[in-house]
């Protein structure tokens, strides 16, 4: 089995790239989807969450209130560090269980923190989906209903797309182009 790990900037179109990944029979193992699964009520993390960051974090229903918990550690390095500690060891036991089970003969690991976590798994080939900083605000305020502000906290907190060029095997541009994103998915699952 290929596996390729795919990564990039928040709002720069990974999902839309691993959507056309999977419609090429790829199978993708989202790392953004399985952290929303731990930290869910009765997620594997969610009671070290709860006891680090405090029940103010909780929306009225009991359930972590995601923006809130955003707003906290999207603006303190060392509160991220302690959530990504927090939530990294059963994002990986999920994704090792997924992987595990795979069957397809691409697996992709969508995995917006590849080059900047301890990741435990080793790609074929790492691609970094890279957006005109502009594209991925507007993207970004429009999917998450957020101000511009708590966006650019957000972009500012990873890495540049320099730093994503020199990391990554391969970068593809994301201007929103869906026969380039569908060609470039098709590219990566032939080969």
Do not use: W
Not at 76 to 93: C, G, M, R, V, Y
Not at 94 to 109: H, I
């Amino acid at each position: 089995m290929k596996i390729i790990g795919i990564t990039g900037g928040t709002g720069a179109g990974k999902s839309t790239l691993c959507v056309e990944l999977e419609r090429c029979g790829a199978a993708i193992i989202d790392s953004d989807r399985i952290s929303r699964q731990v930290t869910q009520k009765n997620g594997a993390a969610f009671d070290e969450i709860v006891a680090a960051f405090g029940s103010g974090i909780l929306a009225a229903d009991g359930v972590i209130d995601r923006k809130a918990l955003a707003q906290i550690v999207f603006n303190d390095d060392s509160k991220l560090e302690l959530l990504n500690k927090i939530t990294h060891k059963h994002i990986f036991a999920e994704m090792q269980r997924q992987l595990d089970n795979c069957k397809a003969k691409v697996a992709v690991l969508d995995v917006p923190l590849l080059f900047q976590s301890d990741f435990p798994f080793k790609c074929d080939l790492t691609v970094a989906v890279l957006a005109d900083p502009k594209i991925r605000l507007k993207r970004i305020m429009q999917r998450d209903a957020i101000t511009m502000d708590l966006a650019t906290a957000r972009m500012n907190n990873q890495m540049t797309d320099e730093q994503y060029k020199a990391a990554a095997d391969v970068c593809f541009v994301n201007d929103g182009d869906y026969v380039k994103i569908k060609e470039f998915a098709n590219k990566l699952c032939e080969n």
